[in-house]
């Protein structure tokens, strides 16, 4: 650097100030299906990315544009955390959601957006082996809120498979290879597909089928009086379910029941039987559900 020798220079180092700011990092809903009414939970996730803590950040959620639940929250500095709001009373379709929080003088970053849709009803197709399942049918008419349709194996529109968010095949002896091959698609697309095993199915088809979906299948028929000895009511199966659960429930008791084979996958039990196994389990894939009930 060439200075003139006439002119006195002193060097200044300019350091930037601690501007505070907090910023929603991400939010998402507990529950995967949003029915009017309902109460809902959302996670807000912030991120603070200051060197210093925050304290008492003012936040607020708008659904399409009125106010459904204010909070206030702190954060560490560097810090990323979580955080839980409730609100209800939604009607049916589309909510335009927005967070808002308060963290000046750092303003540009303060309003977040997110949608999701309220449906009226939840449309559920159940295929069967030509009778329909009597508990299936009572489970369904019980909440306005389903909307079920019932075909036979042989009936089914595959077209029509991904408009429907949960599927139930109960009473099959044999599940037909084109029918298979569109369920498995069907799931790795996100759908959620139960499974009932007619209580004479056939095993070696059952295997075909589950096995690549990753999954435990028959491998026999166990005929002895078992109890069911535990419920997961932490299962997001179970939510809104009961509205009070006794100390000692009475739990179904089983004549005969599917033993499963082990899955690579990881999976998660719903009901557990006295002997350890598990009555009912559920597979995550793609943030869905494939179940598969062990008794016929």
Known sequence: MKVDSNITVNLVQLKAGNLPNVAV???????????????????????????????????????????????????????????????????????????????????????????????????VLLIDGGAPNPYLKAVFASDAFFAASRVTDGNVDYTALNSYPIVIISDIKTIATGLAQQLRTYVTKGGTLVVFPSADADLANYKSFLLALNTGYPEKLITQDVKVASLNRQSPVFKNVFESFPQNPDLPSVKKYYQLSKSGAKQESLMKLATGEAFWGVLERKRKCLCMCRAP
Do not use: C
């Open 25 to 123: 990092d991400s939010v998402w809903l507990l529950s995967a299906v949003h029915r009017p009414g309902e109460s809902e939970k959302l996670v807000v996730r912030l991120h603070n990315y200051a060197t210093e803590k925050e304290e008492k950040i003012p936040l607020k959620i708008l659904i399409n544009g009125e106010q459904k639940a204010l909070g206030s929250f702190s954060i560490n500095a560097r810090q990323v955390q979580n955080d839980t709001l409730s609100f209800s009373g939604l009607k049916p379709g589309w909510q335009s959601g927005e967070i808002k929080l308060q963290d000046n003088p750092v303003t540009f970053d303060n309003q977040f957006y997110f949608s999701f849709n309220v449906k009226q009803q939840m449309p």
